[in-house]
């Protein structure tokens, strides 16, 4: 039988045709994403009416209206209360920002020596990146040097008081770099801690299981400011008379406790995932539990709950606001402490410092959650079909 | 004593460093090299850090006073700033050797929270603040008015109990932090401004219009504040102490930082006592420091009128006027028992 | 080999197998982690007490019938300065639990609005549904509590210029004042009613199910039972000749006088926890959604089933198994972080006793009172849900 003779069977393929015109333009996008059924119609012109009662006023107030020099409170008040603009304004205060930028990023650091938690910040970065591209070689050296070199080496740096360099004493830290140091060892001593915790979790000895998992719910039942200020006020009566803890290391203390809690939670989940033939397997070949949990369990388990770490690490970085209750001057303390500063006291002002501070920590999470997807998505060996 | 080796063999392995044993509290501050003093975490004219970092005020010159009786040196001080929650924990567990931070001398602090108070080196009284545009003359014009003011204070205790003992109405805004109050305050969250008339001085500078606020002329309560230790050690209860009467005394005697070295050469026995120049005087060394204790005091800090006056006084932006904390002899309370 | 080296060398062998022995090593591990909890424990202890004893303070817990002495600006109790610490402290749990319920409810709510929004078909929806889930879920909640009472606190006018609503409603920087309803004679009826209401919508739609499972009609259950429940204590209240006043609010001299009052420092606290919890319910709503498996709703609509029943019947149901886990711990999040109105001077739990804290100097006890309630509220919360998990758990057959 000879199959050219059939006539039903193609034998040149047709040229692809262009998409229905009702999906191609934009009124056939418009018609399908916006308008597809009658509550949709409804719902989107809603929210259209949303926008337009909105956005100009938000916009105005952010940008158009808003103030972007100045020297003092004058620039940001009207007439009546003193200033110079004009009788009902309403704007952002980006002037006292400006003003206030040094401040917000290093708190009182003496002016002399802020070279120094620069160059920590670049340290910083120039560790950083080459562990956050999953292309560049070397992670495990890089890694020593970010998690064990760099944190002593930014120490000294910035406490200073060696090497000819002045003494800077932790009161006069503050602003953003307090919120990246507490958020910093936070992460760094709870990914371990947490592990150590999740692994006793789910341990065969029950001493070690119940201590864990008391310490644990204990952590997480309770919210992060009565740790912060248990580890504040509390901790010196634990102590000998006459030890002393810089309240800067207490915070940190407070911070870091509370995020391995939530860590061993985080990590937990991932060990129930693993299937317990994995365990066995491994134990048939000999492996040691520490072998086994190192080479085995724990590279599978922690792949499988990245999300779930990178939000606790999101959530750390954004409870490190809460140091500003205890007194301390981390972004939002900082930023607080200017709302009764008569150089720049206006109606303003508090709105506008708050917004500053929510926008760099919105740049921070928001960074941190990008990069997790892109973890997840890069990390992601499972067979796609 | 097998005890305290085990605890600090323990403390030491747990977190990595090592510390004085408990002893008394002048052996460890000279041992140290410096006084750990407890102040407020920033009260214009009373403690507050400069831009650089330097404290400055009338009770930060208190700390100086007693650096200067045990070391002859006032910067041998290190400060602590305490807020109202932590001053008496600080205290109590001995992160500070003695908290000067305008605190109130109450019997229930003298007692059941384990502090000594004797001398007071501020009397001072309960005062309202309020805007000149509400028209009020006095407080029990009150009625009605929503109150600022600090929780966890003597203040806020005497507030209540005025306004009940007036059959006054009123609704409380209570705040935890000083600048949280003040910023309630000026965003007009409350009409009245409740402190120790001191700190009323002392805020209404910060205000934007200061002169657009009065301060009323009741004073509700008495607030003598002064400095507190531990209870439980005497001797250096009385160094604290006496560094404080030492400076009213050398105002008594009209010795400055001035005219102190030709005070040395004066004839007056009590003088030279005071300052450790008569021979066979030991009160210095009985105090367990040098016969100069006094001397270096008046040498570094100044008399009682001095510190006042440079700090709080008339021609500081605070210009609180001596009124109670005159000396005795002008009218005040001021008084210091003999130095003999 | 003499038997002598045989036996030496088995002995050898049990005694290194001990430390080989996994058993002995699991108790020795024991053991040693045991002591060195018991000994730091009791190290804090020792040098807590000594600490305590040697500046002369008091402990236990006798100070909480001593008179508080200080006054607290929103109670739901009957509160004064005479009132006892222990009452001052209950009147913070009271405030915390009604910040809690309140916002559990209203992050619900919008939570689940917003998640279902982010799913939409409808592109500008679903946009602006992700901003609000970015936006909120990534800025720290103390700093979203600012922004609401410094917000409230800066828009509005100062007493004097207050804002005058209908009904006698004022809305200024003190707050929201409003009539006060005072009940008169004969109002005991309007809740019994209610509750009779109540009763008899349960009544009604287990009928309507049992007749529906039976003859497969329909019956608005839904309707009846608003009727029931709204109608009947309307019904109730017009009977006994409508036995309600209002207390309304006058400006004072200083203040509005009379009146209920809500104070900003609630409003503030209440709407930034609702906002930003919800953001994260929104994500929990989405991801259970979503995690139904697509067959089930082609399923039901091959069926024939409309699509509100297949969300409501088919959808809804699988979906809350994979939401409760992680909408217990968001509510948990909500009532921890009511803490936080301490920040802005609410008098919540913690607020009042930190303030119970200094008037006494009692900083153990205090702490520990505290610790204990929000402990008791988290174990309670999460027996609850695990009830409720259970429930609604898949019933295999």
């Known amino acids: 039988m000879n199959t050219q003779n059939l006539s039903y069977v193609r034998s040149d393929m047709l040229n692809a045709q262009p998409a229905p015109i009702s999906t191609r333009t934009v009124s056939g996008w418009v018609r399908t994403n916006l308008l597809a059924t009658p509550k949709d119609t409804v719902l989107t012109l809603l929210a259209v009416v949303l926008l337009i009662w909105a956005l100009p006023g938000i916009l105005d107030w952010l940008f158009f209206n808003a103030v972007w020099s100045g020297s003092d409170r004058s620039a940001c008040t009207t007439v009546a209360q003193g200033g110079i603009q004009p009788e009902g304004w309403k704007g952002a205060c980006w002037a006292f920002v400006g003003d206030r930028f040094q401040q917000f990023m290093f708190g009182r650091y003496p002016l002399d020596e802020r070279w120094r938690p620069m160059l920590v910040a670049a340290l910083f970065v120039v560790l950083l990146v080459p562990l956050l591209v999953p292309k560049l070689p070397r992670k495990g050296l890089t890694a020593l040097l970010f998690f064990v070199v760099f944190p002593v080496v930014a120490f000294f740096l910035l406490h200073g008081g060696v090497l000819g360099l002045e003494e800077v004493e932790t009161p006069l830290w503050g602003g953003l770099m307090v919120t990246l140091i507490l958020s910093f060892v936070g992460i760094a001593v709870s990914l371990p801690v947490g592990i150590l915790l999740a692994l006793g979790r789910r341990s065969k000895m029950p001493v070690i299981r119940m201590l864990c998992v008391g310490f644990i719910e204990i952590i997480r039942g309770v919210p992060l400011i009565s740790v912060l200020f248990m580890a504040n006020v509390m901790l010196p009566l634990f102590l000998p008379t006459g030890w002393t803890i810089d309240n800067f290391l207490r915070a940190l203390v407070g911070v870091a406790i509370f995020a391995s809690a939530y860590m061993a939670e985080v990590i937990r989940g991932g060990l129930q995932a693993i299937p317990k033939g994995q365990t066995e397997g491994s134990e048939s070949l000999g492996l040691s539990y520490w072998q086994t949990m190192r080479l085995v369990i724990l590279p599978q388990a922690i792949k499988l709950v990245i999300p779930g770490i990178v939000n606790t690490f999101i959530g750390l970085f954004k409870d490190t606001s809460l140091v500003s209750i205890i007194g301390m001057f981390d972004l939002l303390g900082i930023v607080r402490l200017n709302f009764t500063d008569t150089t720049w006291i206006t109606p303003v002002t508090p709105i506008t410092g708050l917004i500053f501070a929510g926008f760099i920590f919105w740049l921070f999470c928001f960074g941190m959650s990008r990069y997790s997807a892109f973890m997840e998505r890069h990390l992601d060996t499972s067979h796609k079909r | ?340 | 080999m003499t038997d002598h080296a045989v036996i030496a060398s088995t002995e050898a062998r049990t005694l290194r197998s001990y430390a080989y022995d996994p058993k002995f090593r699991g108790i020795f591990y024991q053991v040693l982690t045991l002591l060195i909890v018991l000994v730091v424990g009791w190290w804090i202890f020792d040098n807590t007490t000594e600490n305590l004893a040697r500046s002369g303070t008091a402990s236990g817990y006798g100070f909480l019938r001593g008179r508080a002495g200080f006054d607290i600006g929103q109670s739901l109790i009957a509160y004064t300065s005479d009132s006892t610490y222990g009452r001052a402290i209950v009147v913070g749990f009271l405030n915390t639990m009604l910040v809690a319920i309140l916002g559990i409810f209203t992050a619900t709510v919008v939570g689940f609005i917003i998640g279902l929004g982010r799913l939409s078909r409808n592109w500008l929806i679903a946009k602006l549904c992700t901003l609000y889930v970015e936006i909120f879920r990534n800025i720290p909640v103390l700093l979203i509590i600012f922004f609401w009472y410094k917000g409230v606190l800066d828009s509005l006018p100062q007493v004097r210029d207050s804002i005058a609503l209908p009904f006698n409603i004022f809305l200024n920087n003190r707050g929201l004042a409003f009539p006060n309803p005072i009940w008169g004679e004969g109002a005991w009826l309007i809740p019994v009613a209610f509750l009779v209401g109540v009763v008899a919508t349960i009544v009604v739609a287990r009928w309507a199910r049992q007749r529906q499972a039976a003859t497969g009609k329909q019956f608005h259950t839904i309707w009846t039972g608003t009727g029931l429940i709204i109608g009947l204590p309307i019904l109730a209240f017009l009977i006994m000749g409508a036995p309600l006043t209002f207390d309304s609010p006058i400006a004072g001299r200083f203040n509005m006088t009379g009146g209920a009052r809500i104070l900003p420092e609630f409003v503030a606290l209440y709407v930034a926890l609702s906002l930003y919890t919800a953001s994260f319910i929104a994500e929990v709503i989405r991801a259970g959604i979503r995690g139904v498996a697509k067959g089930q709703s082609e399923a039901a609509f091959a069926l024939g089933l409309q699509p509100s029943h297949t969300t409501r019947l088919v959808v809804v149901p699988q979906a809350m198994r994979i939401i409760i886990p992680p909408l217990t711990s968001q509510y948990l999040n909500l009532t921890k972080n009511s803490s936080l109105g301490v920040a802005i001077g609410f008098p919540e739990l913690f607020s009042t006793t930190s303030t119970t804290l200094n008037q006494t100097g009692q900083a153990v006890e205090a702490i520990s009172i505290m610790l204990t309630v929000y402990l008791a509220i988290s174990i309670a919360t999460s027996i609850f849900m695990n009830w409720f998990n259970a429930k609604m758990a898949l019933v295999e057959r």
């Open chain 2, 1 to 340: 004593m097998k005890k305290t080796l085990l605890s600090a063999a323990i403390g030491a392995a747990v977190l990595g460093f090592a510390s004085a044993a408990s002893a008394a509290t002048l052996d460890n501050v000279k041992a140290k090299g410096f006084v750990q003093c407890g102040v407020n975490t920033g009260l214009a004219g009373f403690a507050a850090p400069d831009s650089a970092g330097n404290w400055t005020g009338f009770d930060v010159d208190y700390c100086k006073a007693v650096a200067a009786a045990v070391f002859g040196d006032a910067s041998k001080v290190k400060y602590t700033p305490t807020t109202a929650q932590s001053r008496f924990t600080a205290l109590q567990s001995g992160e500070v050797d003695l908290l000067a931070r305008n605190t109130t001398w109450t019997i229930s602090r003298d007692t059941s929270l384990g502090l000594n108070f004797r001398y007071v080196n501020y009397y001072d009284g309960q005062g309202f603040m309020i805007p000149k545009s509400l028209n009020v003359k006095s407080a029990l014009e009150l009625s009605g008015a929503a109150v600022c003011v600090q929780s966890g204070t003597t203040t806020e205790l005497n507030l209540a109990d005025y306004f009940k003992s007036n059959n006054l109405q009123y609704n409380p805004v209570v705040f935890e932090k000083l600048e949280e109050v003040n910023a309630a305050y000026q965003a007009g969250r409350c009409d009245v401004y409740t402190t120790d008339q001191s700190g009323l001085y002392s805020l209404r500078l910060s205000l934007s219009n200061p002169d657009d606020h009065i301060i009323l002329p009741e004073i509700i309560s008495k607030e003598p504040l002064g400095p507190a230790v531990r209870q439980g050690d005497d001797q250096w209860f009385d160094i604290v102490t006496w560094a404080g009467y030492a400076m009213v005394q050398a105002e008594d005697f009209g010795i400055t930082q001035k005219n102190l070295e030709e005070m040395k050469n004066s004839t007056n026995p009590d003088i030279r006592r005071f300052l450790g120049v008569e021979k066979d005087t030991k009160i210095g060394t009985d105090l367990g420091l040098t016969n100069e204790w006094a001397y270096n005091i008046i040498k570094n800090v100044g008399n009682y009128g001095e510190v006042f006056e440079r700090n709080i006084g008339a021609n500081t932006p605070l210009k609180i006027q001596r009124g109670l904390n005159a000396l005795w002899s002008k009218g005040g309370l001021q008084y210091a028992p003999p130095v003999r």
